[in-house]
């Protein structure tokens, strides 16, 4: 019998799942603000960024958005750390709304970063909960994540870039910077490790880009300091400066020309004065005995005598800068003499509250020096198309995604990567919510999770919902109109005189409305063959009535409320 050669059994070589690094972010794309990102590693999440949005001034009656966390409430993975870039409000400003509903984790910063971060938390009854770390080549473990925090140069010290490594690659989250070679307070950013970091191999750069419209490098701040001391030589008066309360290279600046020309300092508003005292604790201000007078002492001290740093840059409402704007300040006037200097950019959204702000003060007759007449008392912490450049130079990535901008500034972005040689696939776009996933070899969108505007009232810390956010926009804009209606218990007929309240109306149109309504619901309030009332579809039924009555005779869609009373 002839043997048979029979091959062996082909058994199937099952491949281990690919290996993947997530990147989600939850707010900072397609606005300024509430910046937030997630990495995701196998079943761990790293957080970069806490930060706070601002509302503008459509969203009536709301203070602050929120990033929102729906994804990390309902995920399975587990947080296993955030990291803060540096310590400014739309970075770290949701700290104290977000982390009471979610787990406890570890939470890294830099100095002046985590003693801003903790003072808000301890504001807000909570505990200090931001650990310390240094510039000095630390790393930090979280999970399989290492994270060094490298010296960069913005408007706020201590601001920092993240490398962090993975077992997949590395990636560095290079959120807001410049590259100022002469920074006021002597601390130019690391370049030695952003150079070490790109040697390494950077797989995604999660860059800085609001600037990027910008042609050449942004200016130094170091070019504040003598133009400062003009303005203070230059005014007869008080002069005011309000700037960001985190600015404080800034405040040093003007303090020192205040002090060269024996100038009293005084600091007004509470989150000026907050910065300002944890600053100065922790060596960041600096200030000779005998500078500073508090609020209170101002008028035993003749104008010229005095420089006043004052809270409200954004024209925020209560701030103190609005409230002396308004001639509502119990301590300071203003005058003629007085300068009024806004050391500040103008927040996306806050252009209105800005400009009513500065007419405010200009109808005093003060003289108010602002970003559109003058740039010689502010430069941008962001980078222009230069330091752009020079920092994807640096960094060598494989991939950039741009952040913490508008899509037009994401483009302008892109284009300066292809100026540089890069294809159109190293850069990607993404929205909040988009999932971007990377291998070892490449990169490709993955889910898009929903998120939501979030809006919240600051002195309640409570979330206002959609709904209510669009009746007070129908309230200012149209207008409400309360109907009192009493009707028959036994047939639901019409059984009194109608009650009508409007607000948002003139008189004219008010008759009007009365006329209509008391005629149209004398129509419409049919008595029932029956004793069962559904007062709820009797409500429902007047409000349609009324609507649709006003918007006929009136061409507006006021909010009508139907109160309806059984006699």
């Known amino acids: 019998m002839q043997e048979q050669n029979i091959p062996p059994r082909q058994t199937k070589r099952i491949l281990p799942p690919e290996e993947t690094i997530s990147f989600i972010p939850l707010g900072g794309m397609e606005n300024v603000t509430r910046n937030m990102y997630l990495y995701i590693y196998r079943d761990e999440i790293l957080i970069v960024d806490c930060g706070i949005g601002f509302a503008d001034e459509t969203m009536l009656g709301v203070d602050l958005l929120l990033p929102d966390i729906t994804y990390l409430l309902k995920t399975k993975k587990k947080i296993i750390g955030m990291v803060l870039t540096h310590g400014h409000e739309d970075h770290i400003g949701a700290l104290p709304f977000l982390l009471p509903q979610l787990p406890n984790f570890p939470i890294f910063a830099t100095p002046l970063t985590a003693a801003f971060a903790n003072e808000k938390l301890q504001e807000f009854g909570q505990q200090a909960a931001v650990r310390t770390v240094t510039f000095d080549g630390e790393d930090v473990r979280i999970g399989n994540f290492t994270v060094s925090f490298i010296r960069v140069t913005h408007s706020v010290p201590d601001t920092s870039n993240i490398f962090i490594r993975t077992p997949l690659g590395n990636f560095y989250h290079g959120s807001d910077f410049k590259i100022d070679l002469t920074p006021a307070d002597g601390k130019p950013s690391d370049y030695a490790r952003i150079v070490k970091a790109g040697e390494s191999g950077i797989l995604g750069l999660m860059s800085d880009c609001l600037g990027a419209e910008r042609a050449g490098f942004t200016p130094s701040e170091i070019s504040m300091a003598q133009n400062f001391e003009r303005a203070l030589r230059e005014t007869p008066g008080k002069c005011i400066i309000t700037t960001y309360s985190s600015n404080i290279a800034r405040l040093n600046q003007a303090i020192a020309a205040a002090e060269k020309l024996n100038r009293k300092v005084c600091f007004v508003g509470r989150s000026l004065v907050k910065a300002k005292t944890i600053a100065q604790r922790m060596g960041y201000l600096r200030m000779k005995e005998g500078t500073e007078v508090p609020v209170e002492a101002v008028r035993k001290f003749s104008d010229s005598e005095l420089l006043l740093f004052v809270a409200g840059s954004q024209g925020q409402e209560n701030s103190a800068m609005l409230r002396v704007a308004n001639g509502e300040h119990k301590e300071i006037s203003l005058t003629a003499q007085d300068t009024v200097i806004f050391s500040s950019d103008t927040i996306p959204g806050n252009e209105i509250s800005v400009n009513a702000l500065i007419d405010a003060l200009a109808k005093r007759g003060t003289r108010v020096i602002y970003s559109d007449i003058s740039h010689d008392y502010h430069v941008s912490g962001h980078g222009s198309s230069g330091d752009l450049m020079l920092m994807m130079s640096l960094v060598k990535p494989r991939f950039m995604i741009p952040i913490s901008g508008t899509f037009r500034q994401m483009t302008a972005y892109k284009q300066l990567a292809l100026r540089l040689g890069y294809q159109q696939n190293a850069v990607w776009f993404l929205e909040n919510g988009q999932e971007l996933i990377f291998s070892r070899n490449n990169v490709r969108k993955g889910q898009k999770f929903e998120v939501r505007s979030v809006y919240v009232d600051q002195i309640s810390g409570e979330e206002i919902e959609g709904f209510i956010l669009r009746d007070r ?60 009332i559904n007062y709820v579809h009797i409500r429902k039924h007047v409000e349609e009535i009324a609507n649709r009555a006003i918007f006929q005779q009136l061409r507006r869609r006021p909010l009508v409320l139907p109160v309806v009373i059984e006699v």
Not at 475 to 481: D, T, Y
Not at 498 to 518: A, C, P, Q, V
């Open 473 to 532: 926009e129908k309230l200012a804009k149209e207008g409400i109109i309360i109907l009192i209606i009493e009707v028959q218990a036994d047939n639901g007929q019409l059984a009194g005189p109608l009650d009508i309240i409007t607000r948002g109306f003139s008189s004219k149109d008010t008759e009007i409305i009365s006329k209509l309504l008391i005629k149209q619901m004398k129509k419409s309030l049919i008595p029932q063959s029956n004793r069962v």
